[in-house]
């Protein structure tokens, strides 16, 4: 089983930047995606982005469009959000996953981690 370990969360202002990354313990390759979902409690899940491994097509939820970024670093097997122009309402836990299917944000996970949170302030 896949282990995904995320870092780089932390507290911004608003309009500030952070990049999160995802360590995965085995090849980003021997997944055909990968994506970035984020959670408040209470709350249902929230896809944000995906990655296709091998050509790097990505797709994005509108919510995040414009100001965030997916990608991966084959040789690090590492999977990377560059998240620019935060608002409070981004406020949330982040977690990277294997999605059950490629190319929907709305799809089931197989696997994810622990998350690393993100706090926006005003």
């Known amino acids: 089983q896949v282990r995904l370990v995320e870092s780089g969360g932390g507290s911004v202002q608003a309009g500030g930047s952070l990049t999160l990354s995802c360590a995965v313990s085995?090849?980003?390759?021997?997944?055909?995606?990968m994506t970035w979902f984020r959670q408040v409690p209470g709350k249902a899940r929230e896809g944000l982005a995906g990655l296709y491994t091998a050509a790097g097509t990505t797709y994005y939820a509108d919510s995040v469009k414009g100001r965030f970024t997916i990608s991966r670093d084959h040789d690090k097997n590492t999977l990377h959000l560059q998240m620019n122009n935060l608002k409070p309402e981004d406020t949330a836990m982040y977690y990277c996953?294997?999605?059950?299917?490629?190319?929907?944000?709305?799809?089931?996970?197989?696997?994810w981690g622990q998350g690393t949170q993100v706090t926006v302030s005003a």
């Open positions: 996953a294997s999605p059950r299917f490629c190319g929907s944000l709305t799809t089931e996970y197989t696997d």
């Open positions: 085995e090849h980003i390759g021997s997944h055909t995606c």
